[in-house]
């Protein structure tokens, strides 16, 4: 099996290519020591200037996809001052119509079906990684405007899921 960082794409191990499960994903040295210290200190400014050092849009959450953290270039993508996303829903967070809904984020029936909420919690259990996960444009708020898709990326970092958003052209 050959592994890939899931943030820069460096190749990890060429393992063996097994054809069943040829690559899998994880996080290269590099790019967890650009993204987190040894102490990552998660309150407010501190943890904001921490994600600002990551030049992707990246949301910290906890396995109940509450927001712990978010730098500017999420925010910004979701339309969100970083300011005021600590302890969202990861649904308000992407402006999702059914987090506002009585039960809120993860209570309505569609949420079983939330590529957010799922790869954020198969991520957290099993600490696999999720690469470029498409959101369909009914999926909440993921989609983004002008023939544009979202797509996210999950890796467990201790207790928590760092979350990238990424944009991709509509195929």
């Known amino acids: ?75 910004q993508a979701l339309g969100h001052d970083p300011s005021t996303m600590r302890g969202m829903s990861s649904g308000d ?9 009585p039960g809120g984020c993860g209570e309505q029936g569609v949420c079983t079906d939330c590529v957010l909420r799922n790869s954020v919690r198969h991520t957290h259990e099993t600490g696999d990684a999720i690469v470029h996960a498409a959101t369909p444009h009914s999926d909440g708020g993921m989609a983004a405007p002008n023939g544009v898709t979202r797509a996210i990326s999950t890796e467990k970092l201790g207790r928590v899921v760092l979350v990238r958003v990424d944009e991709t052209a509509d195929v």
Not at 93 to 101: D, E, F, G, V, Y
């Open 1 to 75: 099996m050959k592994y890939v960082c899931a943030w820069c794409g460096r190749v990890l191990n060429a393992g063996d290519n097994a054809p069943s499960r040829p690559i899998s994903h994880g996080m290269c040295r590099d790019c967890m020591s650009a993204m987190l210290p040894e102490e990552l200190e998660a309150e407010g400014q501190a943890l904001r200037d921490l994600l600002d050092r990551i030049a992707a849009p990246v949301m910290l959450v906890d396995a109940n996809s509450v927001v712990l953290g978010t730098n500017r270039q999420a925010a």
């Open 93 to 101: 967070a992407i402006h999702c119509p059914h987090a506002r809904l």
